[in-house]
């Protein structure tokens, strides 16, 4: 059984800041991708912003230059650094994590609870 279990989320000022982490446990041979989505009310669930396990990143047009991702590959963990935070910056924010569970499996999605941002004044 896999888990990712996120925090950091809150209520935060535009122009604030907040990192969110998420950790995966359970039975984990390998994380090829962690990463984070998000989504608003009305609105598609929609990537953040991805990190490979061995360094790449994506992001989103609208994150580029205020977020950033990182990983810690020894702990499972993946990390949202947001800075700069803006109203539209409002979501539901979701863990993901593409994990094989033992040598010959085929990668998974997993996905945490979801932590909510409001970015308001």
């Known amino acids: 059984q896999v888990q990712l279990v996120e925090s950091g989320g809150g209520l935060v000022q535009p122009g604030g800041s907040l990192r969110l982490s998420c950790a995966a446990s359970g039975s984990i041979f390998a994380i090829n991708v962690m990463g984070w989505y998000r989504q608003a009310p009305g609105k598609e669930r929609e990537l953040v912003a991805r990190a490979t396990s061995g360094g790449g990143t994506n992001y989103a047009d609208s994150v580029k230059g205020r977020f950033t991702v990182s990983r810690d590959n020894a702990k499972n963990t993946v990390y949202l650094q947001m800075n700069s935070l803006k109203p539209e910056d409002t979501a539901v924010y979701y863990c993901?994590?593409?994990?094989?569970?033992?040598?010959?499996?085929?990668?998974?999605?997993?996905w945490g609870q979801g932590t909510q941002v409001t970015v308001s004044s």
């Open positions: 993901n994590a593409e994990i094989r569970v033992n040598w010959y499996s085929r990668p998974q999605d997993y």
